[in-house]
């Protein structure tokens, strides 16, 4: 019980010295180009995103972000883009960055190769994904991996007298490569 106390008043203790910092130090910006995305095949883009939030302290931060990917596949390329909430870490004493989060789909697409177009069920489609990635860091530099997918997609087909004939269900996933900034640059040891 004394270590629980013990570690409640350092953490207390660092989270009141962070807080003497200027409100600007507090904050963060960071965004990653996607360079190469793996899937159903290999493509040439990858998730694409920008984020920013508020510091805690030197090592967790919440945030907002955009965010675009697509699933490279042979037929029909689906893709989405989404908005959410953020939780970053970046541990002391290393260069690793790491982020979950989960937001709203705002939009998705998939080029059908079929004879009738694909119309998304927008009513049955799921509405949120989720992501995850890890950075490296180089100063404000970042390299990484990030995985993001969509909750279960529907895309549905008709005729022309507007009779279903089938539906397409998939989710939109995919690992990207990327390389990216981030703002504040990578703390020195002796900064945090």
């Known amino acids: 019980m004394t270590k629980t106390y013990f570690t ?15 409100v600007w130090d507090k904050i963060y910006l960071d965004g990653e180009l996607g360079l190469l995305s793996v899937g159903d095949g290999v493509a040439p883009f990858g998730a694409t995103d920008i ?20 699933k490279p596949n042979e037929c029909c390329g689906p893709s989405a883009t ?6 970053r870490f970046t541990p002391a004493k290393t260069r690793l960055m790491m982020k979950v989060e989960t937001g709203y789909v705002l939009w998705t697409g998939y080029a059908s190769d079929s ?30 991996l990030t995985l993001a997918w969509t909750s279960r997609q529907f895309y549905d087909y008709f005729d022309e007298n ?15 490569v990327h390389v990216g900034f981030a703002l504040p640059r990578e703390l020195k040891v002796g900064d945090r």
């Open 8 to 22: 409640i008043l350092i953490s207390i203790f660092s989270l009141t010295v962070y807080a003497q910092k200027p």
């Open 51 to 70: 984020s920013l939030g508020y510091r805690l302290d030197p090592s967790f931060a919440v945030g907002a972000s955009l965010i675009a990917w697509l």
């Open 82 to 87: 989404g908005t959410g909430l953020q939780l």
């Open 115 to 144: 004879e009738y177009p694909a119309i998304k069920n927008t009513a049955a489609s799921g509405k949120n994904y989720l992501r995850a990635s890890a950075d490296w860091r180089f100063g404000g530099l970042t390299t990484g």
């Open 162 to 176: 507007n009779r279903l004939l089938s539906t397409d269900t998939f989710r939109i996933g995919a690992v990207s």
